[in-house]
T-cell receptor, first 113, second 111 residues
Framework: GDSVTQMEGPVTLSEEAFLTINCTYT??????LFWYVQYPGEGLQLLLKATKADDKGSNKGFEATYRKETTSFHLEKGSVQVSDSAVYFC????????????FGTGTRLKVLA | NAGVTQTPKFQVLKTGQSMTLQCAQDMNHNSMYWYRQDPGMGLRLIYYSASEGTTDKGEVPNGYNVSRLNKREFSLRLESAAPSQTSVYFCASEGAKNIQYFGAGTRLSVL
C-alpha cells in the first residue's frame, strides 16, 4: 500500500543553518505531495505542495521538489529561524475525497538562537 | 474566519465513560476527517466522510463511531473509553487541490 517515510528527529539546528528533512514515498498512482507544519499546541497547516513530477513547492523560504525517479520530496530551507521550530509532516494524497491521504510520522525541528 | 473548530480542547475520562468530540467547518467543504495523533506514529485516520450523509472507516475505526450531522458538522463518539484511546484527536476538512484544513485538536486522557 501507499506509505510515506520521513527521517526521524528531533533535528536541532542553530539559527541561520541549512535545513533538510528527508521524505520518500511509495504510491500506486500519481499522488500529490505535501508538507504540513504543526506549531506547538496547534493543528497542522499546509506549508507547501506539488502535484506532479519536477514541480517545486515553496513557501516562507521552504522548498521541496517532487522527484518521481527517486520517489522523494525533501524539505529544504537555506537559513532557519527560531520561529521555524515545529513538527513537519510529509504527506501524499492520491485524489480528492478518497481518504487516501497518508502522513509520515513527523520530524520535530528545534532551532536554537 | 474560523475554519475548522473543535470542542472540547481538553478532556479527561474514566475507563468506560462515553463522550462526543465535536467538529464544525465553515468553508463549505464536502470531505471531513477524524485523525488521532500518537507519539512516533504520525496521524492515523479513524473515519472520514466524503459528503453529507456518508461515512467510511479509516485505518483505526475500532471503538469509535461518527455522525455527519450536516455539511458543516462531523462528530466523533467514544462509546466506552479505554486507556488505549488516550491521544490527540484532530478533525480536518478537505478543500480544493486536496488541501486539508485542521482544527486545533482535542487532547483526551482516559484513566
Amino acid at each position: 500500500g501507499d506509505s510515506v517515510t520521513q527521517m526521524e528527529g528531533p533535528v536541532t539546528l542553530s539559527e541561520e543553518a541549512f535545513l533538510t528533512i528527508n521524505c520518500t514515498y511509495t504510491a500506486t498512482g500519481y499522488p500529490s505531495l505535501f508538507w504540513y507544519v504543526q506549531y506547538p499546541g496547534e493543528g497542522l497547516q499546509l506549508l507547501l505542495k506539488a502535484t506532479k513530477a519536477d514541480d517545486k513547492g515553496s513557501n516562507k523560504g521552504f522548498e521541496a521538489t517532487y522527484r518521481k525517479e527517486t520517489t522523494s520530496f525533501h524539505l529544504e530551507k537555506g537559513s532557519v529561524q527560531v520561529s521555524d521550530s515545529a513538527v513537519y509532516f510529509c504527506a501524499l494524497s492520491e485524489a480528492s475525497g478518497t481518504y487516501k491521504y497518508i502522513f509520515g510520522t513527523g520530524t520535530r525541528l528545534k532551532v536554537l538562537a | 474566519n474560523a475554519g475548522v473548530t473543535q470542542t472540547p480542547k481538553f478532556q479527561v475520562l474514566k475507563t468506560g465513560q462515553s463522550m462526543t468530540l465535536q467538529c464544525a467547518q465553515d468553508m463549505n467543504h464536502n470531505s471531513m476527517y477524524w485523525y488521532r495523533q500518537d507519539p512516533g506514529m504520525g496521524l492515523r485516520l479513524i473515519y472520514y466522510s466524503a459528503s453529507e450523509g456518508t461515512t467510511d472507516k479509516g485505518e483505526v475505526p475500532n471503538g469509535y463511531n461518527v455522525s455527519r450531522l450536516n455539511k458543516r458538522e462531523f462528530s466523533l463518539r467514544l462509546e466506552s473509553a479505554a486507556p488505549s484511546q488516550t491521544s490527540v484527536y484532530f478533525c480536518a476538512s478537505e478543500g480544493a487541490k486536496n488541501i486539508q484544513y485542521f482544527g486545533a485538536g482535542t487532547r483526551l486522557s482516559v484513566l
